[in-house]
Every structure is written in structure tokens, then in C-alpha cells.
């Protein structure tokens, strides 16, 4: 299949192809027909080396966009994604809300960057409310994420069970869980954005670890049999 590569010679008056190495002029009329050039023209090694480079020049342009482009609507998905924590300016009281990070990234990517919310803790009833709240993400957009206020709550802590120290968390890690004063568990996902204050005044951090075993213990008791710890003895 011979490679084809058109060149706006005259605004929509006629294009050229170069095609097998031929240079075929196609004339566009008022009315909209095509007329080809009965006697094509074969362009010299210069000409078409020129046409080439400068095809590369604007494709390699136009990549290089492109991929700028995506990694900026890369960077604002991730930036703005994820449930956040805001006072309702109406109640004055905690309210989880999920930004619209599929537009926001999108307007980021036109120059022009607007955000609004996806979803609220008060909705529907308050669904037509004036999101007058999206001023406290503007400020503050990574210290109101649900996910990064319960980092910074597991730092410094222990692991109810095991007493191990947590460490720095990400969000691709395997999480901790809580417990509340009665021992049932609490996942992040589970945690009521709107409750968060709460939750992590009533209930206590466990390591994954201990939360996969001692979840497993309960649900499956029959399964597993504790033997006590055994010290070593010298003879
Ligand atoms: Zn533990």
C-alpha cells in the first residue's frame, strides 16, 4: 500500500497526495466534485525527502502534545479523585463529598480548570445546592482527602495486636483497619466520609496483618488452633 500524505495547497481549492512517489493534484469545485490531475507529476528526491522531514517534524509535534497532554489529565485525575472531607456551609457540619475528577482533568487539559462534585454525602436531597464548599477544596485540596487524614491518624500509632509501629502508608499498600470498642473491624472503604471525626475517636488501628488473621479467626474459628508460644530450653 503506497504511503499518502496531503498537503492543503489552497484553502479547500485543491490537494495534493504524493503517492508511489508521484505528486497527484486533486481540484475540489464549489460544488463539492473531485477532479484528478490526468497527468501526475513525479516530484524529485529532494522534494519528497523535504515533503518527508517535514511530515516527521509535525508528527513528532503532535506525539510529543499528545503525551504532554495526557500526563497533565493523568496528574489532575489522581490530584482530584477520592473522597474528601468538607463542612457543609449550610449545616456547618461534616460532609463527604467525591470531586468530579474526570472533568476537572478535562478543563485542567483546555486551560481552563472547573471543579465540581460527583457526589455528597447529602444528596439527593441536596442535590441542587450550590457546592458553595468546593472553596474549601480549592484551599486545601490534599489535606481534605478521606485517605490522607487517615494516614496521618495511623502515624505514630501501634497495632492493637501485634504492638508493631505503623509505618509510612500509601495508598497502593495493603491498608490497616480499625476496631471498635466492641472488636468488630472497620475497612477504609467502609469508613462514612461524613462520620470520619468520629470513627477515629471511637475505634482503634490494626496492622493488615493482624486484620486478615484475626477477621479469618472469626469468621472461621473451627479452622484455627492456637498453641502457645514455645520457649526455647538448653540442656
Ligand atoms: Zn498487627
Same mark, same amino acid.
Given at each position: 500500500?503506497?504511503?499518502?500524505?496531503?498537503?492543503? @495547497?489552497?484553502?479547500? =481549492?485543491s490537494?495534493? *497526495?504524493?503517492?508511489?512517489r508521484?505528486?497527484?493534484?486533486?481540484r475540489v469545485c464549489?460544488s463539492?466534485?473531485? *477532479?484528478?490531475n &490526468?497527468?501526475?507529476?513525479?516530484?524529485s528526491?529532494?522534494?519528497v +525527502?523535504?515533503i518527508t522531514?517535514l511530515?516527521?517534524?509535525?508528527?513528532?509535534?503532535f506525539l510529543?502534545?499528545?503525551?504532554l497532554?495526557?500526563?497533565g489529565?493523568? @496528574?489532575?485525575?489522581?490530584?482530584? @479523585?477520592? $473522597?474528601?472531607?468538607v463542612?457543609?456551609?449550610?449545616?456547618e457540619?461534616?460532609?463527604?463529598?467525591?470531586?468530579?475528577?474526570k472533568?476537572?482533568?478535562v478543563?485542567?487539559a483546555?486551560?481552563?480548570?472547573d471543579l465540581?462534585?460527583?457526589?455528597?454525602?447529602?444528596? &439527593? $436531597?441536596r442535590?441542587?445546592?450550590g457546592q458553595?464548599?468546593?472553596?474549601q477544596?480549592e =484551599?486545601a485540596p490534599e489535606?481534605?482527602?478521606?485517605?490522607?487524614i487517615l494516614?496521618?491518624w495511623y @502515624?505514630?500509632?501501634s497495632?492493637?495486636?501485634?504492638?508493631?509501629k505503623?509505618q509510612e502508608i500509601?495508598?497502593?499498600d495493603h +491498608? &490497616?483497619?480499625?476496631r471498635?470498642r466492641?472488636?468488630?473491624?472497620l475497612?477504609?472503604?467502609?469508613?462514612?466520609?461524613?462520620?470520619l471525626?468520629?470513627?477515629?475517636q471511637?475505634?482503634?488501628p490494626v496492622?493488615w496483618?493482624c486484620f486478615?488473621?484475626e477477621n479469618f479467626?472469626?469468621?472461621?474459628? $473451627?479452622l484455627?488452633?492456637d498453641?502457645p508460644?514455645?520457649?526455647?530450653?538448653?540442656?
Amino acid at each position: 500500500m503506497p504511503s499518502f500524505f496531503p498537503i492543503i @495547497r489552497k484553502k479547500y =481549492s485543491s490537494v495534493v *497526495f504524493i503517492a508511489s512517489r508521484k505528486i497527484m493534484i486533486y481540484r475540489v469545485c464549489n460544488s463539492g466534485t473531485i *477532479f484528478e490531475n &490526468p497527468n501526475p507529476v513525479k516530484p524529485s528526491e529532494e522534494v519528497v +525527502k523535504m515533503i518527508t522531514a517535514l511530515y516527521v517534524v509535525i508528527g513528532t509535534a503532535f506525539l510529543l502534545a499528545l503525551v504532554l497532554a495526557l500526563r497533565g489529565f493523568i @496528574r489532575n485525575y489522581v490530584k482530584w @479523585r477520592g $473522597e474528601r472531607l468538607v463542612t457543609c456551609p449550610e449545616t456547618e457540619k461534616s460532609a463527604g463529598v467525591v470531586v468530579n475528577a474526570k472533568h476537572a482533568a478535562v478543563t485542567a487539559a483546555l486551560g481552563d480548570r472547573d471543579l465540581t462534585l460527583n457526589d455528597c454525602t447529602r444528596w &439527593p $436531597e441536596r442535590r441542587n445546592c450550590g457546592q458553595a464548599c468546593l472553596a474549601q477544596i480549592e =484551599s486545601a485540596p490534599e489535606g481534605c482527602l478521606v485517605r490522607n487524614i487517615l494516614q496521618g491518624w495511623y @502515624r505514630g500509632k501501634s497495632c492493637i495486636y501485634c504492638g508493631r509501629k505503623f509505618q509510612e502508608i500509601h495508598w497502593h499498600d495493603h +491498608k &490497616p483497619a480499625l476496631r471498635d470498642r466492641k472488636g468488630d473491624f472497620l475497612e477504609w472503604v467502609q469508613v462514612p466520609a461524613d462520620q470520619l471525626s468520629e470513627v477515629l475517636q471511637t475505634h482503634d488501628p490494626v496492622c493488615w496483618n493482624c486484620f486478615i488473621a484475626e477477621n479469618f479467626r472469626r469468621v472461621h474459628p $473451627e479452622l484455627v488452633t492456637d498453641r502457645p508460644q514455645k520457649t526455647a530450653t538448653w540442656h
